[in-house]
């Protein structure tokens, strides 16, 4: 067994599934928005990026629901940012 053959069975076995927050989040917008968003969970911040200015705009106005779902969850802040 070769070094990349023992990583891609480790990464075969292991359990990646997201953190319900962002799980939550990605429903959230999908559901409002009809439109995908991608969300990184970092130490002290939860990053949402989209790739169209319109839609994190139309975001920014929703702040109070999207920290509703992230308090329930974490203490973590929320940061919005365009992806292009």
Known sequence: M????????????????????????KAYVAE???A???VSVKPSAIIISAPSAALIN?????TPQLQ?????????R?????DA
């Open 36 to 38: 995908t968003v991608s």
């Open 58 to 62: 139309a975001l920014r106005l929703h």
């Open 2 to 25: 070769t070094m990349m053959d023992s990583l891609a069975s480790i990464l075969r076995q292991s359990d990646h599934q997201e953190p319900e927050v962002v799980a939550k989040i």
């Open 68 to 76: 509703d779902i992230i308090e329930k969850e974490s203490d973590k």
């Open 32 to 34: 409002t928005f009809q």
């Open 78 to 82: 929320l940061i919005l940012r365009i």
